[in-house]
């Protein structure tokens, strides 16, 4: 079934496009995190009370092991143009301090590598090894022990 046979809500095109998409590149589902928590909501005033905003979600990180986040994606409808996501993939990408994001629609994949800005059209998603190779000549870890206490479980 293509994706523009229909008009497919957000919640639609994860489930149909982006998450076999990513199963597809190999990333398992314990390696996939929805709605991934970036902050609880900002608090703000009114006249009697303080009331929270809604909490910032990413639609999913990407961790290379538990706990370990090396890319967020951003999921609009299909509809929607792909890019249209980007910067919100940039802001979240930030705020998680991971060097990759992407920004899909399902069928268009654009990936932004927060360092120098680049932003990239890409056929699928990298592979959890590809994204854990440049995450590790991104911030200078090499092979060895410091790799190792990256991916070390929290205890």
């Known amino acids: 079934m293509e994706a523009g046979e229909r008009d497919w809500r957000e919640d639609e095109s994860c489930r149909e496009f982006v998450l076999p998409a990513l199963r597809g590149a190999g990333w398992a ?29 990413a639609d999913y ?22 890019g249209d996501g980007i910067e919100q993939a940039k802001r979240y990408a930030k705020l998680l301090d991971v ?17 120098t800005g680049l932003i990239t059209t890409r056929p699928a998603f990298a592979s959890p090894q590809e994204l854990w190779g440049r995450y590790r000549e ?11 206490l990256l991916q070390a479980p929290e205890q």
């Open 61 to 82: 990180a990407l961790e290379f092991t538990p706990g370990l986040v090396i890319g967020v994606v951003e999921a609009k409808r299909t509809r929607k143009n792909a």
């Open 99 to 115: 060097p990759f994001a992407y920004a899909t629609n399902g069928t268009e994949i654009f990936e932004i590598y927060r360092k």
């Open 29 to 57: 589902d314990d390696q996939i995190s929805p709605e991934y928590p970036i902050t609880a909501g900002r608090i703000r005033a009114t006249a009697r009370y303080f009331e929270r905003e809604m909490p910032l979600r």
């Open 138 to 148: 991104v911030g200078g870890i090499g092979e060895g022990l410091e790799s190792d």
